[in-house]
């Protein structure tokens, strides 16, 4: 159906102007550069900021700032996050460009979450993990 969508302005070879299952083999056989990928779940505002150009202009100040402050290789720290959502969803299925790394699709917004929090430097020095639930009293389910 994606396809047919996709073709909708132009002629097609294709009855009905949608096209069959064994289009979609042949495409695989003729496009081996093309699998089919589970997508990462992307929240729609961040893949409305995850452009080029951010990434550049983050990367340009890292350095600058890097270079300015002149960091010991242990002073420098990665926090990172990871949100779980409580209740799942199946990741979709996509077709991407073989030897892609990154492969997103987006998500609606969900209120519950847990949220789980790593700190490691440079020279793989960890702090202890935490994690931050939303409600004020846990249920014994969430743990």
């Known amino acids: 159906m994606k396809v047919a969508k ?29 699998n089919i990928r589970q997508a990462k779940r992307l929240d729609i505002s961040q893949a ?6 951010s990434y550049f202009f983050f990367y340009q100040n890292l350095q600058s700032f890097y270079n300015e402050h002149n960091y010991v ?8 996050e990871i949100g779980i959502q409580a209740r799942k969803q199946s990741r979709a299925k996509v077709l991407a460009k ?7 699709n987006t998500i609606p917004k969900s209120k519950e979450w847990l949220t789980i929090k790593c700190v490691v430097n440079a020279i793989r020095t960890t702090l202890l ?12 389910d969430y743990i």
């Open 98 to 104: 073989r030897g892609s790394h990154q492969v997103y």
């Open 129 to 140: 993990r935490f994690h931050i639930f939303k409600r004020e009293r846990i249920c014994d």
């Open 73 to 80: 290789i242990d002073h420098i720290w990665n926090f990172d």
């Open 6 to 34: 996709f073709i909708q302005t132009m002629p097609t070879p294709f009855l009905g102007g949608v096209p069959r299952t064994s289009w979609w083999y042949s495409f695989k056989w003729r496009h081996h550069e093309f």
């Open 48 to 53: 409305q900021r995850l452009t080029t150009q």
